[in-house]
């Protein structure tokens, strides 16, 4: 194929830990951070700068399991980039925006830039945001009402603060608090050379005779409240007459050989350039600027230095993880939209807001595929099946699973396949009177191989039993071998990446697919034609719809993907986004086959 450029187209913690957290911030020492679903230890310390080492030492045991809302001491560490510099704060009960602009010497605009998932809505307790340096954020503009007017003014200099109002002047605030015009300028200096204007807040100093009585204070109800001041930081709302996107992927190597991965990228990208046509069938306008990167970063830095990179709008790429940080630091610095279509490990997302990981990572994934099973499920008789092959490939599944089910008090029997599995050993671990689902610990088809025959004759045996089976996306690709069984025993499998090859979008997509390329698809799980399709297509149309206000509307985003699913979540306030889409797929006794969506 020819390549080129087109132009065309929390939860609330308990008041002993919030008095804890309070106590670690004051001393610098660590801070509280409570684990969100999917979370592992890998991926808080990722999004922290430490180590994995580092949060077990402050929290022992904790290398053996954690638990969604379970809350870790996380320690301060200065080891990251000078131009990257933070400190992390975990919000208390009753702190606001503008108290932490004044404890910090940062302005609420700095604070809201760093944390770019941080709303009104969700500044609660228990949250965790990036407060920056103040070098890191001096070039800030803050409008004057809403700063603190000076580094040297702390809350021990004050009494309280005071906005003012229409026809207010200094001589009557100065009136009403009982205090000297020397004495307010002295806080506010501003004064000196300004006007006073409506919907300032001022320092408001303690009367003379009243210094040696004053106690701590805290800002009353006139101080800016969380909703006023993410107001005043909020983007205006901006549409794109033209989007500007680039596709980077290694469509050949350096050395000119073919391999599997080439081939994957020339699919996918044809993919793209459908979704592009159709998108463009319905008026949306798109630069694309399409690069090979042959695989090689000094390549990628090439691309990178081109001129006209710095004004795209997003970028999808690139394939391998060992050069995702090049690309994560030119999208980060110039606040572009970075889309990571392939790579499962992307460390880069807890900390750079523009980055899309579009395959989920193994423990988010295990996360909302044990929630949806416990939906499901919950009340069924659940049995695993140990194959007993020496595959570990899906003990961390398994484990996953177990502890889930003991952490919401549902129980669970285990079989083991020996040789044989004797058809007495199936029954004795079922429920009559119930659902009974199996679960085999190997996800491989030479296990089902042994697995399905048994099954079966006991359900042949027992037709009024009722019984499932329950597995993994792989078994997508084992349905020449093993279909028939998989109707038979009523199968459910999970997947982010799905397609059935009756549903009428697929169907039209695989001819639209032969008459482009006059070739199918290759026979891959997940197939990248559709996979090319459905992230051009949701990314281009989510920005002409919504803009650059596309990260607040994701949810509006509405398409109706071939494949590929999307539900992203932000990781944390100042990371970007994972998409945490997952499916189960139902393989009825009926010969009917269900995708059951859960959203």
Not at 147 to 161: G, L, V, Y
Not at 455 to 474: D, I
Not at 486 to 514: G, H, I, K, M
Not at 524 to 549: A, E, H, I
Request: net charge positive; charged share 20%; with cysteine.
């Amino acid at each position: 194929m020819r390549f080129f450029q087109i132009v065309c187209l929390s939860l609330a913690l308990t008041i002993g830990s919030a008095q804890t957290a309070l106590h670690a911030q004051n001393g610098n020492n660590y801070f509280l951070h409570t684990v969100s679903k999917g979370q592992s230890l890998y991926s808080i310390a990722s999004m922290y700068h430490v180590t994995v080492d580092d949060i077990v030492r402050l929290n022992p045991g904790s290398d053996k399991q954690i638990r969604a809302g379970e809350a870790l001491k996380i320690p301060q560490t200065n080891n990251v980039s000078s131009s990257e510099k933070n400190t992390f704060h975990t919000i208390q009960a009753g702190e606001t925006l503008y108290q932490l602009t004044v404890k910090y010497n940062v302005s609420a605009q700095a604070i809201c830039d760093a944390n770019p998932g941080l709303s009104a809505s969700n500044f609660r307790i228990g949250q965790v945001i990036s407060i920056p340096t103040e070098n890191a954020t001096a070039p800030v503009s803050q409008p004057a009402e809403t700063r603190p007017t000076s580094s040297a003014i702390s809350q021990k200099d004050w009494k309280e603060m005071h906005k003012v109002e229409r026809k207010e002047t200094i001589f009557s605030i100065c009136q009403e608090y009982n205090i000297s015009q020397e004495d307010l300028l002295e806080l506010n200096p501003e004064l000196k050379t300004g006007k006073l204007k409506k919907g300032m807040y001022l320092f408001i100093p303690y009367p003379k005779n009243t210094q040696a009585s004053k106690q701590q204070p805290v800002a009353p109800s006139t101080s800016p409240s969380n909703e006023e001041l993410f107001n005043q930081t909020r983007l205006a709302p901006k549409s794109f007459h033209t989007i500007q996107a680039a596709v980077m992927l290694p469509f050949t190597s350096v050395n000119n050989a073919k391999s599997d991965e080439q081939t994957r990228m020339v699919e996918y990208y044809e993919g793209f350039l459908m979704a592009m046509d159709s998108l463009k069938r319905q008026g949306v306008s798109i630069n694309l600027y399409t690069y090979d990167t042959k695989g090689s970063s000094s390549v990628i830095s090439g691309i990178l230095n081109q001129p006209e990179m710095k004004n795209m709008d997003i970028i999808f790429g690139p394939v391998h993880t060992a050069q995702i940080g090049q690309l994560s630091d030119f999208a980060k610095r110039n606040k572009i939209r970075l889309v990571i279509p392939f790579a499962p490990k992307v460390d880069q997302v807890f900390n750079n807001p523009m980055i899309y990981q579009i395959n989920t990572p193994q423990s988010y994934f295990y996360s909302e595929v044990y929630e949806h099973f416990l939906r499901k499920f919950s009340r069924t008789n659940i049995v695993f099946i140990d194959v007993a092959n020496g595959d570990k490939e899906k003990t961390e599944f398994i484990n996953g699973m177990k502890n889930e089910l003991k952490d919401n008090r549902i129980g669970f029997k285990q079989i083991q396949l020996g040789t044989n599995l004797a058809p007495e050993k199936i029954i004795a671990a079922m429920d009559t009177l119930r659902e009974n689902i199996f679960i085999p610990t190997s996800g491989r088809s030479s296990a089902l191989t042994r697995i399905l025959p048994q099954l079966s004759n006991v359900l042949r045996s027992h037709p009024n039993f009722n019984m499932h089976l329950f597995g993994y996306p792989e078994w997508q690709t084992y349905t020449q071998e093993h279909l028939a069984s998989f109707y038979e025993l009523d199968t459910y499998f999970y997947s982010s990446f799905y397609t059935n090859n009756l549903f009428p979008e697929a169907v039209r997509f695989a001819q639209n697919y032969r008459r482009w390329y006059s070739k199918d698809m290759a026979n891959t799980f997940p197939k990248y034609g559709m996979l090319g399709f459905d992230t051009g297509y949701f990314f281009l149309k989510g920005l002409s719809q919504q803009g650059n206000k596309l990260e607040d509307n994701l949810n509006k985003v509405n398409v109706t993907p071939i494949q590929t699913g999307f539900k992203f979540e932000r990781v944390n306030n100042w990371g970007g986004f994972i998409n945490q889409k997952v499916f189960f797929v139902h393989l009825t006794k009926d010969y009917e086959l269900i995708k059951l969506d859960f959203e």
